[in-house]
């Protein structure tokens, strides 16, 4: 399975804009790069993907590098309630429809007030 | 809501027991997975289901199974359960192809004591 690194926590200010890195060098093209985060307590969420360009959405904004060896999930103005776990998983879609996505440990998102 | 069911969303059972974990996809989605997160091993991919039939394993025990019912929900079965097998039980649906991510719902929680 592609892998992908992230770092462990990060701490931003409420209302400033948040960057989340990941690298993820030994992808491939086919993978699509996918974001969740995961509130305690609560199943993770979907909150973006991609595979080459840059996507908006209502949530967020994914920078995806040239070479897509890396990535940068963005969130504009930080609240409170975006204090979670993100996680940065490579989608592959294999043979057969099998899917699974694989989590690593993600980044814990502390936002202080 | 999310659109996903889990169903109970706690249990509480003794070692050695078997228990069934329900779960209903949001409307329109053929495929199924389960996860488990535990404290110490984050989420782990069990196993996928795509409109009724297996598709890919992950770390799943033999002495756990599951299926996939012909109107789509599915059905997690954990038996000669111990100790170690308490965890918080995610289903996930989503449909295959590179426009969806996965949708999860709340989840069970299952404590064997």
């Known amino acids: 399975d592609a892998k992908t690194t992230q770092p462990n926590s990060m701490e931003s200010n409420e209302e400033e804009p948040v960057h989340l890195p990941c690298n993820h060098s030994t992808i491939s093209g086919t993978d699509y790069i996918h974001w969740y985060r995961q509130l305690p307590s609560q199943g993770p969420e979907y909150v973006i993907h991609?595979?080459?360009s840059n996507v908006n959405n209502r949530m967020a904004s994914l920078a995806i590098a040239e070479d897509r060896k890396s990535s940068t999930l963005i969130l504009h103005r930080a609240t409170l309630r975006d204090a979670a776990v993100y996680y940065c998983i490579l989608r592959t879609y294999s043979g057969g429809g099998a899917d699974g996505l694989t989590f690593g440990k993600g980044t814990h998102l502390i936002i202080q007030p | 809501d999310s659109g996903v069911t889990q169903t109970p969303k706690h249990l509480i059972t003794a070692t050695g027991q078997r228990v069934t974990l329900r779960c209903s996809p949001r409307s329109g989605d053929l495929s199924v997975y389960w996860y488990q997160q535990s404290l110490d091993q984050g989420l782990q991919f069990l196993i996928q289901?795509?409109?009724?039939?297996?598709?890919a394993k992950g770390n799943i025990l033999e002495r756990f199974s599951a299926q996939q019912f012909p109107d789509l929900h599915s059905e997690l079965n954990l038996s000669s359960l111990e100790l170690g097998d308490s965890a918080l039980y995610f289903c996930?649906?989503?449909?295959?192809?590179?426009?969806?991510?996965?949708?999860f719902g709340s989840g069970t929680r299952l404590t064997v004591v």
């Open positions: 991609g595979l080459t």
């Open positions: 996930a649906s989503s449909n295959l192809g590179s426009n969806y991510g996965y949708t």
């Open positions: 289901y795509y409109n009724g039939e297996e598709r």
